[in-house]
């Protein structure tokens, strides 16, 4: 067997590069995760749970469809979410025509009021060991990557 056949099973140096950025971006995603489920048990919501909130929160109110295309979901998964969210009453839905519209009750303004500032500075003060300028840097290369 020659090194040449025994080198093509072997990853290239870039290739080698590339894997372990994905496995460091893969655990530095993981850990902000469990911190962030840890973090947000404070009020009783899950992440995903979050999201929502903060999303009906800053638009006052969306239509189900509006509110999956801004997280990324199905329609159906946004039901659940939903139903979720009206049980513990924060958040309610209004048929108008063909739209269900989503907006958050008054007890829900008030989590939201209370919990999305706290949850912004938590999640900013993740990235406190970078300067300024490398969290630019970063933000540029991760754009890079995801264009």
Do not use: C
């Amino acid at each position: 067997m020659t090194n040449e056949s025994s080198e093509t099973f072997l990853p290239k140096r870039d290739e080698r590069l590339g894997l372990l950025i994905w496995f460091r971006l893969s655990r530095v995603y993981s850990h902000s995760l469990r911190e962030t489920h840890q973090h947000l048990k404070k009020w009783g919501l899950s992440a995903a749970q979050f999201d929502m909130l903060a999303q009906i929160g800053a638009h006052d109110r969306l239509t189900q469809q509006q509110l999956a295309d801004k997280l990324f979901v199905t329609k159906g998964n946004i039901t659940q979410l939903i139903s979720k969210l009206e049980e513990q009453g924060f958040a309610q839905r209004e048929q108008e025509w063909k739209s269900k519209y989503v907006s958050l009750t008054e007890k829900g303004r008030t989590l939201f009021d209370d919990v999305v500032p706290v949850q912004e500075q938590f999640q900013a003060s993740q990235y406190d060991a970078l300067s300024r300028d490398e969290k630019k840097q970063l933000l540029r290369l991760l754009k890079k990557i995801q264009d």
